[in-house]
């Protein structure tokens, strides 16, 4: 092999002898990569940039959980609060919420309903959303819902799990004989 000048020495490179210009990888990052930040990645043998910001999304940003375990029971036909309800206040309006309730559920006659709402003035459901409902027969049940709502907001958002009864002077029970039920909820980044 040919040379222009002296011939290399022998022996392994060192961080000496790079230019401060080239990838040295002396570095560490101690914390997750910025969208700015760049990897180096291997195309089919061809190395590249790739911008931090083109990596990820869905990623879990906060959980926020609520235990309750008090039986709450309604004869009314509009919905009522069953104290099962927790708070989240998203980082980004392009965050996602994963709202997830599971609890017990017991009608003593007509058509109890179970509803997951987005809101605090479910009663008259001005300014709120049904996310998801259930209705059952009168048997004790496990409910469980789930339900991947778009906020679009950096303000608090209430979740709540309402419930009434659609025939008049029977009663929906939550949480009966004191069963646990929880509801939580996943921020996911966009």
């Known amino acids: 092999m040919a040379y222009i000048g002296n011939k290399p020495a022998n ?3 060192v961080a000496s002898d790079l230019d401060p210009a080239v990838i040295t990888g002396q570095t560490a ?7 700015t930040d760049e990897f180096l990645i291997s195309d089919a043998g061809v190395l590249k940039r790739l911008d931090a910001s083109l990596i990820g999304g869905g990623k879990l ?8 375990n008090t039986e709450s029971n309604t004869t009314s036909g509009s919905y009522q609060t069953t104290g099962l309800t927790a708070n989240i206040t998203p980082s980004a309006t392009s965050s996602k919420v994963l709202a ?4 017990m559920a017991q009608g ?3 058509a109890p309903a ?11 459901g001005s300014g709120t959303r049904g996310l998801v409902n259930f209705e059952e027969s009168g048997n004790l049940v496990s409910c469980c819902f789930n339900f991947l709502d778009s906020p679009s907001s950096t303000s608090q ?6 419930m009434k009864n659609n025939t008049a002077g029977q009663n929906a029970i939550i949480a009966p004989g004191g069963a646990y039920g929880h509801l939580t909820l996943l921020e996911i980044g966009a």
């Open 11 to 13: 022996k392994a490179v």
């Open 29 to 35: 990052l101690a914390v997750a990569p910025a969208d």
């Open 61 to 68: 940003l906060q959980a926020v959980s609520a235990l309750n």
């Open 100 to 103: 997830i309730a599971s609890f």
């Open 108 to 110: 003593a006659g007509g």
């Open 114 to 124: 179970y509803t997951l709402y987005n809101g605090t003035d479910y009663a008259t």
């Open 157 to 162: 958002v209430t979740y709540t799990v309402v």
